[in-house]
C-alpha cells in the first residue's frame, strides 16, 4: 500500500542524463517548483549546509544510501544511490510527509554519495549540533533556581557538547594540515583561526558564552590549572587521528576579553622530513652533508620566527642519529620526540635555561649537541668551546641572512678568532607556499620581469640552472584553484635556502676588522647562491611563484642589482 501510494504521487522528468522523481507532501501538492533544477550538475561537489542535512538523521542516510542536497521553499532535495529499493521509497515518503515538504530525488554515484555523506561530519555541522544541544539543555534548566540553573549550566557546557566542538576544532586542524589553532576571545563572539602554510585564515566564530568552556576544555586535556586566568600558562596532549599521532603544544594567555588559547599542532611524520623534501638541493645539499661528516664545529640555522628553523635541525639530526653517537638536544619545547636521541627541554622560572643545561650536556658525555636557540652571551661561549673541543654543535640564531650571523655573534662578544674555528656553516631560510600540483598551470611573464629574471639567472652558477629546462624560454606557474588545494592555488611549503662557508678565506677576514662586504664577496667567490636566486630557481622550476618569494625576502625581484 505504501508503494502504491508512493507511485500514485512521484511525477518522473529526465534532467541532464539523470533521472528525477517528485514526490509530493499532502499539504504541498502542486507546489513544486522545477525552475532553475536543470542548472544543479555537479551534486557530488556540492557544499551541504548544516541545516539541510539535519533534516535527514545520519543513521537514515548511512542505512538508505540518500542524502539531502538543497532546499529551495517547500522542495528538498535529495541524492539517492538506489531508486528502485522499495524501502528507500517508502522512508522518503515517510520524510516528506513528516517535515511538510515535497521531496525531490536525484540518482547520484555511489561516490558522490560518499562525498556528500561527509558533511555530517563537517565541522560546521558537527558544532551546530553540539550548539543546539547545549542550547536544548539551558531551555531543561530553566524552571530551576537560579544558583542551580548556573551550576548546572556550567556542567553542561563542561560535559559531551563541549568536547565535541573542541574534538571537532582538533579534526578540523590536522586534515587542513594547519600548524596552529587560535582560539580568540572577542567582544560578542569567540573566533578560531588556523594558521595553514603560513597564513592565517578564519575558520568558525562561536558564541561568547561557551569560549570559556572551550579554553577549560583545552586545559583539562592539557593538565593546566582550569581556575588559574591570571598568568599563561603551557602545556600540551596527544590525539590519535586516523591512526596517526599527533601532539599539541598549548599556550594559554589572558587578553582584555578572557583567555587566548594557541595550539601548535606537531605531526612527527611531517617534523622529520629529509633535507631534499625541505627544498635543500645542488650545491647548498653538498655542503650540508659534507659539514655534518666533520667530527666537530658548529652548523647555524639562521631566519626569522616561523621560517622553518627547527624542522631543518631536526632533518639534520635525523641523518646523524646512529647507534654508535650519544646525541643530546636543549630544547624551548621539545617539539618531535626522536628515537635514540636524548632530548631535554629548559625551564627558565628553576633558572634551567640555556647556559646552564649547556653546561650539564657537556658532562654526558656528547657526541653531538643541539641547542634549541643561541640568546645570550654566554650561550654563545658554551656553544663555541663545545664545538672546539670536540663536539658537533646544531643551533639557530634570529638574523635576517647567513653572513649577518657572524656580526650578531661578535656583538654577543664572541672573539672573531673563535668563531673562524668553530663555525663550519651558516645556512639562512625563509619558507614559501608551494603551488598546489592538482591545478598547477602556465602563467604569462612581463616583459619586465622576464628581463629581470634573466639577470638573476646569469648571477648564478651554471652547475645550479642546469636541472632548469630553458630551451623554450622562461616560464613561471600559478596555482589557479581547486577543490584539493581549498582554492587557494598552494597547497604545503618548501624552503629557499642559502649556505655560508667559513672556509680559510673567511678566517683569514675575521683575523681583521670584520666587514659585511668584504664576507659578501668572499661568497660570491664561493660560488653562494643567496635566497632570491634560490627562490628563482624553485620559481622556474614550478614548485612556487615570484610573488611567495618577493613577499619573504627583503628585496622585491625589480628591486635587484
Not at 528507500?88 to 558522490?112: G, H, T
Request: with cysteine; proline share 3%.
Amino acid at each position: 500500500m505504501l508503494l502504491r501510494s508512493f507511485r500514485d504521487r512521484e511525477k518522473e522528468i529526465s534532467l541532464n542524463n539523470r533521472t528525477v522523481y517528485i514526490i509530493m507532501a499532502e499539504n504541498t501538492k502542486g507546489k513544486s517548483d522545477e525552475t532553475g533544477l536543470a542548472e544543479k550538475k555537479d551534486w557530488g561537489g556540492s557544499k551541504i549546509s548544516p541545516l539541510i542535512i539535519s533534516i535527514v538523521p545520519y543513521e537514515a542516510a548511512k542505512k538508505y544510501r540518500f542524502v539531502p542536497l538543497e532546499r529551495e521553499g517547500q522542495t528538498l532535495r535529495v541524492g539517492v544511490v538506489d531508486m528502485d529499493d522499495i524501502e528507500v521509497q517508502n522512508a522518503l515518503q515517510f520524510l516528506s510527509e513528516k517535515n511538510r515538504l515535497s521531496v525531490e530525488l536525484i540518482k547520484i554515484s555511489e561516490n558522490d554519495f560518499k562525498v556528500a555523506l561527509e558533511a555530517y561530519t563537517s565541522p560546521n555541522y558537527s558544532i551546530t549540533q553540539a550548539l543546539e544541544s547545549i542550547s536544548k539543555e539551558e531551555k531543561d534548566e530553566k524552571n530551576e533556581k537560579e544558583g542551580t540553573r548556573k551550576e548546572a549550566q556550567e556542567v553542561v557546557l563542561r560535559d559531551a557538547p563541549v568536547a565535541k566542538i573542541v574534538e571537532v576544532i582538533l579534526r578540523n586542524a590536522i586534515e587542513g594540515l594547519a600548524s596552529d589553532i587560535h582560539i580568540e576571545p572577542l567582544e560578542d563572539s569567540v573566533r578560531v583561526r588556523y594558521r595553514q602554510d603560513g597564513i592565517l585564515h578564519n575558520s568558525l566564530v562561536l558564541p561568547k558564552k561557551i569560549g570559556p568552556a572551550i579554553v577549560s576544555r583545552v586545559k583539562i586535556l592539557s593538565n593546566l590549572k582550569i581556575d588559574e586566568k591570571r598568568k599563561p600558562q603551557d602545556g600540551r596532549f596527544r590525539v590519535i587521528e586516523k591512526g596517526k599521532q599527533i601532539d599539541l603544544r598549548v599556550s594559554s594567555l589572558p587578553v582584555s576579553m578572557g583567555e587566548k588559547v594557541v595550539m601548535r599542532v606537531l605531526d612527527k611524520e611531517k617534523g622529520l622530513i629529509d633535507l631534499d623534501d625541505l627544498g635543500v638541493r645542488g650545491r647548498n645539499y653538498k655542503i650540508v652533508k659534507d659539514s655534518i661528516a666533520e667530527p666537530y664545529g658548529m652548523i647555524l640555522i639562521t631566519g626569522p620566527t616561523g621560517s622553518g628553523k627547527s624542522t631543518t635541525l631536526y632533518s639534520i639530526l635525523k641523518l646523524l642519529n646512529k647507534e654508535g653517537v650519544n646525541i643530546v638536544t636543549l630544547e624551548d619545547p621539545v617539539e618531535y620526540a626522536i628515537e635514540g636521541v636524548n632530548q631535554s627541554q629548559v625551564k627558565p622560572e628553576i633558572g634551567y635555561d640555556f647556559a646552564s643545561g649547556l653546561r650539564s650536556i657537556l658532562r654526558q658525555d656528547p657526541d653531538i649537541i643541539m641547542v634549541g636557540e643561541i640568546r645570550d652571551k654566554e650561550t654563545a661561549e658554551l656553544a663555541v668551546h663545545a664545538a672546539l673541543t670536540g663536539h658537533v654543535v646544531l643551533s639557530t640564531l634570529h638574523t635576517n641572512d647567513s653572513i649577518g650571523a657572524i656580526p650578531r655573534f661578535i656583538d654577543m662578544g664572541v672573539e672573531a678568532f673563535l668563531i673562524s674555528s668553530s663555525l663550519r656553516i651558516i645556512v639562512a631560510q625563509r619558507l614559501v607556499r608551494r603551488i598546489c600540483p592538482h591545478c598547477k598551470e602556465e602563467v604569462q611573464v612581463s616583459e619586465v620581469m622576464k628581463v629581470t629574471m634573466e639577470k638573476i639567472l646569469s648571477q648564478i652558477p651554471e652547475e645550479e640552472r642546469k636541472d632548469i629546462d630553458l630551451k623554450n624560454g622562461i616560464k613561471a606557474y600559478k596555482g589557479k584553484g581547486c577543490p584539493k588545494c581549498g582554492g587557494s592555488g598552494t597547497k604545503g611549503r618548501i624552503g629557499i635556502f642559502e649556505v655560508f662557508y667559513l672556509d680559510a678565506e673567511v678566517a683569514d677576514l675575521l683575523g681583521e676588522k670584520v666587514e659585511e662586504d668584504d664576507l659578501r664577496k668572499v661568497a660570491k667567490k664561493q660560488g653562494m647562491i643567496t635566497m632570491k636566486q634560490d627562490g628563482m630557481l624553485k620559481v622556474l622550476g614550478g614548485e612556487t611563484t615570484m610573488e611567495e618569494v618577493e613577499r619573504v625576502t627583503e628585496e622585491g625581484f625589480l628591486e635587484t642589482d
